[in-house]
């Protein structure tokens, strides 16, 4: 009888142990363990001798993360191929310039990163090609999530010659850029993460070609009074009535100390706390301070910087940073500055100096940091979102044993547990 009593409660508890595992296991997202690498780093996006991926924006809506990056074709996308280069490489670097014929593609996860639908495209290049324009570009991905609907903002950088983009300011002669050229802003937007965009819409804010504009990368945030900001050079880009229409905010213009590919977000309601990447003017004029970050606090809800200053918080080479909030934690992502690059300077970096992504985290609103040490070997830009248990982050880099130090071999997904933060908060 005792024996028949032991295995009545045996079938019992195991019952009730597996209902328990259920209940966890359906509400629990996929990646608690990840701090032990069962769900390691996996390709997004991937550069091939045709194309090069770069310029991440990520945003998080529940367990769903849309994920969006350049494609960038180069100059021609009949370039000859170099089976030389291709070996060299694994990819054609010549692909990854910052000017010629770029579009916008996605990849959606509805499962918390766990797993990724095919990639497709969004905003194509050619759809922008009208007469006289002959190049055209989308870049700078910067998504935004409100009341349930995706707004996607980007720059459309057009010209008449032979170049766009970063290749081209009203300083170059016609030849170069063309008798044509044009930088503007565009949008699409969704109302069912991502399934669908509309058509692009041209994004009024008037402004001569010398006083560009421009928008992202990264991601936007919702303020607590319901204002839309997202990142831009010079300026920060507000909305009042959900992106509709959109004006110039806070900007480091008139500062000694400038910055733009700015990360912004709300400390305390009308708080706004920015990181931005010096520019390279300013860094050489603060060489002494090198490396360093520049990050600016507004108290009128990102309509004007109050304080702008170097932070030596952030030993970083210059480059673009991911921010967010996570509970009561303000979490940045950006690749370390080695003692190599620091002895270098800021007049002689290169895209290859952009190595070892780091988590700085703050629990008490960007006054003090912690830094942690999260990949080994080229990574570039980045932005990251906050989900149940974690953070999910997208960066430019490698995970395949090869050319460590070149960050523009694609995009990749990874996901950083609460586990792993609250290690480095305590060390």
Known sequence: ??????????????????????????????????????????????????????????????????????????????????????????????????????????????????????????????????????????????????????????????????YNGAKCSTKQPPVTCGYYFSNQIWKIESSNLGSTWTSPELVDISTPVTDMVRVGPGHGIVLSNGDLLVPGYPWLLKSSDGGITWRKAATTRNSPLRGGETAAVEIRPGHVWALLRPTKRTAIKNRSSYPFRLSASSFDFGDNYETIEVNKAFLSPLVQAGLTKYG?????????????????????????????????????????????????????????????????????????????????QGVIYRFVTDEFMATCISK
């Open 1 to 162: 009888m005792p024996n028949i009593n032991k295995i009545i409660l045996y079938n019992a508890l195991h019952k009730v142990l597996s209902l328990l595992f259920i209940i966890i296991g359906s509400t629990a997202l996929p990646h608690t363990l990840c701090a032990k690498e069962k769900y390691p780093p996996k390709w997004l996006f991937k550069s091939n001798f045709s194309e090069c991926y770069r310029i991440p924006s990520l945003v998080s809506i529940g367990v769903n993360l849309i994920a969006v990056a350049e494609r960038r074709h180069g100059t021609s996308e009949s370039n000859p191929d170099q089976p030389s280069l291709a070996k060299k490489e694994n990819f054609n670097s010549k692909k990854c310039m910052d000017w010629g014929y770029i579009d916008l593609v996605m990849r959606r996860s509805v499962d918390g990163g766990r797993s990724w639908n095919e990639q497709t495209s969004i905003v194509r290049y050619s759809n922008f090609l009208q007469s006289p324009f002959n190049m055209a570009l989308a870049g700078n991905p910067t998504l935004l999530e409100t009341k349930g609907k995706l707004i996607l903002l980007f720059n459309v950088t057009r010209s008449s010659g032979e």
């Open 328 to 408: 009561d934690r303000i979490v940045a992502s950006y690749p370390a500055a080695s003692a190599e690059q620091t002895e270098k300077g800021p007049d002689n970096e290169s895209i290859r100096d952009r190595r070892n992504l780091m988590l700085s985290i703050s629990t008490d609103d960007a006054e003090s940091w912690k830094r942690c040490d999260l990949t080994e070997g080229a990574a570039g830009y980045s932005d990251i979102a906050a989900m149940h248990g974690g953070l999910a982050l997208i960066y430019e880099g490698n995970i395949d044993g090869t050319l460590k130090d070149d960050p523009r």
